[in-house]
């Protein structure tokens, strides 16, 4: 079982605030992603890290931002939310047992549903 | 580059009906990975199963059964007498050995109506 957390499950905020989508996960994974899906669509992959300190961005263009400090924790920031920042947000992990096929497996947190008014 | 085709967007299927969701695939890579998400309306991604390129060996676990065809570049995924809770999102993907991330599929929507 999987244990990878993403807070708040949903947010709704105004124009112009600058928000941070928190994800942790337990594991031990050296990996870690964002993704953003909007409704019924397919993931695209925003941001990903493969350890600390090292953090690189998606096939999507974002405004987005995010750190890699610790193992456990890869945060996603906005600085400046729009409209067009609504969407749902997913963290994922991977990258244990190292260089094992397990090591491909990506598990998800629950998402964050954003909407920007 | 890789890249991963379920051309079906939407099924719709009657409860205890069996119903196959396709896959196809395309990377110029020896060595790659194939996955299987489900994701229900609460919206995370639930990790179904991994294949690996060198092993075509077919799986059964349950109700769930995938078919890997090397062949013709597939891994289908099919459920047997579906029930109402196998309706979701299911996510094909694929990672090369030379890759960085997950490519995901569209997706194909199940609808078991009851």
């Known amino acids: 079982e999987a244990d990878i957390y993403q807070t708040p499950r949903y947010l709704v905020i105004g124009t112009g605030k600058k928000i941070t989508l928190e994800c942790s996960q337990t594991?031990?994974?050296?990996?870690m992603y964002w993704y953003q899906q909007d409704p019924g669509m397919e993931l695209h992959l925003i941001h990903y890290s493969y350890g600390v300190n090292s953090t690189e961005k998606g096939d999507l263009s974002s405004e987005s931002t995010v750190s890699r400090i610790r193992t456990e924790h890869f945060p996603l920031t906005l600085e400046s939310a729009r409209p067009s920042h609504t969407s749902q947000y997913l963290c994922?992990?991977?990258?244990?047992?190292?260089?094992?096929?397990?090591?491909?497996?990506?598990?998800f947190g629950p998402g964050t549903r954003l909407t920007v008014t | 580059a890789q890249k991963v085709t379920q051309a079906q967007t939407e099924i719709s299927v009657v409860e205890k009906e069996d119903v196959t969701l396709d896959c196809v695939y395309e990377t110029r890579d020896t060595t790659y990975y194939l996955f299987w998400y489900k994701q229900p309306p609460s919206g995370e991604l639930v990790f179904l199963i991994r294949r690996n390129s060198f092993d075509e060996q077919n799986e059964i676990s349950g109700r769930y059964s995938w078919n890997f065809q090397k062949s013709t570049s597939s891994f289908n995924f099919t459920i047997t007498a579906s029930q109402v809770v196998d309706s979701a999102v299911y996510f094909c993907a694929l990672i090369a050995n030379s890759g960085y991330a997950l490519n995901f599929g569209k997706g194909t929507s199940l609808l078991v109506t009851p």
């Open positions: 994922a992990s991977s990258g244990y047992p190292t260089g094992t096929p397990h090591s491909y497996e990506q598990y």
């Open positions: 594991m031990g994974h050296d990996k």
